[in-house]
């Protein structure tokens, strides 16, 4: 019922990549300081974009405008040809967009289990009155939770931990929760904001392969924020780099690595990691 | 004092507790979502009694379907008052919205005394309500016994609200997190009108056995029993649900049992009872359930 929504619309040859996201001339200002400018992308069915810059450079507010956290001052955001711009963002969570946060912010005094359970009940059909009379529609909907949280749960690896609270786990895991809550909303789009920070080496390799693995199986489009370049590089296909909110290039990984402007802006001297 | 006056006292005060407890609520539950005090919410409760009587007096209906009425007029009223004082202000400082509420509250007061007048009105008090009960030596208000059994309902049915419902879960998240809630696919204010209708309708179901209690409605009404339930859900811990209704629960209790116990103290008896809760709240500064009050109910 919930994650089913997700199958819908993928019936195109996969040649013809459907537009998932299109920002054209997006323009954030906050009083006289310019967030984001003229920021335009066209993001294909499945597509991994990567979107990098220095701190402040408004990759955060990017996110925000997309599920109408703060509002656009300029410009239009399409989803799937619909738009998108001034939709409330509960509207647009239920579109299928669904986002993490670069400081996690779970539900801290529920537990795992609850955590990701609390983001398929707002999917839920039932209301007041199927709940009070116990339809079989119901307990239906109540099984399917419990089975697809469990699936989210070992999907990310979290299983073991499903009745602890959720601000015991330590920092990757909650990381890692938070997108397990994501997808319970049933997204079609994934917003990951700075997915591998606090993570030491080995949790971040584990982490590519997870958002990788999760792209497949739940056919997502994903944009990731990332100071990481391990991550960004190896797991995005393209990459646009933001610098003070204007774009300053857009291109597949081993472009970016060779544009003089990025290096210049970003990865600077001596960053022999990239 | 003899046992069968223990027991009519102890039922008594059983069920102006569950009044208290019920107006609480109200506080508590729109304290946990929106963690605004509305100061309204005594004058809420006053409107519902007048609902009710203007249906029940001047149109005629029936006395359930005049109660019935009354209480969705008040929980329209709770979302119109959300909307138009609370709604507005919510992206500045609290303090502006408790301003806010202070001020609806005068207003709500004065619009009573102008439109419907400052006189007391009689209450209409159904016939059945008005029987004793004899059990032996005890004498029970049937009264009494109705607002036990409903008040009972009223938790129960607001517990399964917040526990197993949609629009529950989504007013316990919003207890936590306005803006994740929203990354939930959560309305916000969809959310926030319905706790205030639910509120808004607890005030109206008590304000119902408070006037079959004291039949003499007037528009300050609210402010004694609004002001003791805002003190109940303090002591209870401002935000839990439980706290609220059990700080009711003492707070009725005591308004009863202390000049039953002690008659000859009854006209301290105001004194007697808020002493008695300083004395709680200097050891429990957050309240008797103060702990949980982000996670409610």
């Known amino acids: 019922m919930i994650l089913q929504a997700v199958e819908v619309e993928r019936t195109t040859e996969p040649n013809v990549r459907q537009t998932v996201l299109k920002l054209e001339h997006v323009t954030k200002k906050f009083g006289g300081l310019v967030a984001v400018s003229d920021f335009n992308v066209d993001l294909k069915e499945g597509e991994l974009l990567g979107l990098i810059g220095p701190n402040g450079a408004g990759k955060t507010t990017i996110f925000n405008l997309i599920t109408h956290v703060i509002p656009v001052t300029e410009g239009k955001i399409e989803f799937y040809g619909k738009d998108i711009t001034k939709l409330s963002t509960d509207r647009i969570i239920k579109l299928g967009i669904a986002r993490t946060f670069q400081n996690i912010r779970l539900f801290s005094n529920m537990s795992v289990k609850e955590n990701i359970m609390t983001a398929f009940h707002v999917h839920l059909k039932s209301d007041l009155f199927t709940a009070v009379a116990f339809l079989p529609k119901y307990r239906e909907e109540e099984e399917f939770i419990q089975q697809k949280t469990w699936e989210l749960m070992k999907e990310v690896g979290i299983e073991h931990l499903a009745d602890h609270k959720s601000s015991s786990l330590p920092y990757g895991l909650q990381r890692k929760l938070e997108i397990a809550r994501a997808l319970a909303t049933s997204p079609k789009l994934l917003l990951l904001d700075e997915p591998a920070a606090g993570m030491n080496p080995d949790e971040t390799l584990e982490l590519n392969q997870l958002i990788l693995r999760i792209r497949e199986r739940y056919k997502l489009t994903v944009i990731v924020i990332e100071h990481d370049m391990k991550v960004i590089m190896n797991i995005s296909e393209r990459i646009i780099v933001l610098d003070h909110g204007v774009t300053i290039a857009e291109g597949t990984p081993s472009e970016i690595q060779q544009n003089p402007l990025v290096i210049k802006a970003y990865l600077g001297v001596g960053d022999e990691d990239a | ?297």
Do not use: C
Request: glycine letters at 10%.
């Open chain 2, 1 to 297: 004092m003899g046992w069968s006056l223990f027991m009519q006292h102890l039922v008594n005060a059983i069920s102006l507790g569950f009044v208290f407890g019920l107006v609480a609520v109200g506080y508590a539950l729109v304290y946990g979502v929106v963690k605004l005090v509305n100061f309204a919410h005594g004058d809420v409760f006053m409107m519902a009694a007048y609902f009710m009587f203007y249906a029940s007096v001047l149109f005629g209906f029936p006395w359930l379907a005049a109660v019935i009425f009354g209480v969705v007029m008040t929980a329209l009223l709770g979302v119109g008052i959300e909307k138009v004082a609370y709604r507005p202000l919510r992206k500045y400082p609290r303090i502006n919205s408790l301003v806010s509420s202070i001020g609806m509250s005068f207003l709500l007061q004065n619009f009573a005394v102008v439109v419907f007048g400052g006189i007391q009105r009689s209450f209409p008090v159904p016939e059945m309500m008005r029987k004793t009960i004899i059990l032996g030596e005890v004498r029970i208000q049937a009264v009494s016994i109705y607002t036990i059994v409903f008040s009972i309902l009223m938790v129960l049915l607001l517990t399964f609200i917040l526990q197993k419902t949609k629009i529950g879960l989504a007013m316990r998240i919003l207890s936590t997190d306005f803006d994740t809630a929203r990354l939930m696919g959560i309305n916000v204010d969809n959310t926030i009108s319905f706790t205030f209708a639910l509120g808004s309708a607890l005030a109206a179901v008590s304000a119902v056995f408070y006037a079959l209690r004291y039949p003499q409605i007037f528009p300050f009404m609210g402010q004694y029993p609004g002001s003791r339930a805002f003190i109940a859900a303090v002591v209870g811990g401002i935000g839990s649900i439980k706290g609220a209704l059990i700080g009711g629960f003492l707070l009725g209790m005591l308004t009863v049992l202390l000049p039953a116990a002690f008659p000859e103290y009854s006209g301290y008896r105001e004194a007697l009872i808020f002493a008695l809760l300083v004395i709680v709240l200097v050891f429990k500064p957050n309240g008797l359930f103060g702990q949980e009050a982000g996670e409610k109910a």
